[in-house]
């Protein structure tokens, strides 16, 4: 029996108010090229991340201060400082990240008890003269004073190598790890640096942006495998 709804929507077709085709365009206006991930459609906007000026507003001067204060070597440490969207970034030389995370945690001015977050970025098409295009991005959170920074360190793909933070936050633990696996930013005196999503065997770094997308054999019954996004077809 057809309900009052699908009459409705008959009788709307019959009368040119709906179209009668139900072909509908691929994921984000993507049409006739194959590609189901939507990348294709997608327009990358050009961005560049400037240093910024003081004041630097909010909180965020007060915490640069009392850094510099416990810490002396701050001006050799620091490479720039980015205030972006309300969010206060300082962007340090990776020899000096232990020691700058652990002034953070102990200093009673600062309290950054918690990190909440360690995460890997590649910026292959951004990658300077010196080939830093890894970056190693730390969110630590004062649950003393109700504050939040992010610290970032950027290595090569040559030398990606960055001191572990696990001795002074435990979180650090499987979020180093789960960068390693996916970026390939070796954490130096991590205690078990080893894969945690891909398999021991892996070869590579998933999320790196010169890593291949798709056409990865998987362990299907008939012997399927995942093809290219390229390849894929387009589902209307």
Do not use: C, N
């Not at 990358?44 to 915490?63: I, K």
């Not at 020691?99 to 970025?121: I, N, Q």
């Not at 999320?207 to 093809?227: F, H, M, N, T, W």
């Amino acid at each position: 029996m057809t309900s009052p709804e699908d009459r409705e929507v008959e009788l709307a077709k019959i009368e040119g108010a709906l179209p009668t085709s139900t072909e509908r365009a691929g994921m984000f206006g993507v049409t006739g090229s194959g590609d189901t991930s939507g990348f294709s459609g997608l327009q990358r906007q050009p961005w560049v991340e400037l240093p910024s000026e003081r004041p630097y507003g909010s909180y965020f001067d007060e915490v640069v201060d009392a850094l510099a204060a416990a810490y002396p070597s701050l001006d050799d440490a620091l490479l720039k400082v980015v205030v972006d969207r309300g969010e206060l970034t300082l962007h340090l030389r990776r020899e000096h990240l232990f020691a700058v995370a652990k002034t953070l945690r102990d200093d009673a001015s600062l309290r950054f008890e918690l990190l909440s977050s360690v995460s890997g970025v590649d910026y292959l098409a951004r990658e300077g003269a010196d080939g830093t295009r890894l970056h190693s991005v730390y969110h630590l959170t004062s649950m003393t004073y109700r504050r939040r920074i992010r610290l970032e360190v950027a290595v090569t793909d040559a030398d990606p190598h960055v001191p572990s933070v696990t001795p002074i936050y435990p979180t650090a633990d499987w979020q180093e790890r789960e960068t390693w696996d996916l970026f390939g930013i070796v954490y130096d005196g991590h205690p078990a640096l080893t894969r945690i999503l891909m398999p021991d065997d892996w070869e590579g770094h998933p999320q790196r942006k010169d890593y291949p997308l798709g056409g990865v054999d998987v362990e299907y019954k008939g012997g399927a495998s995942i093809p290219p996004p390229d390849e894929r077809r387009v589902y209307r």
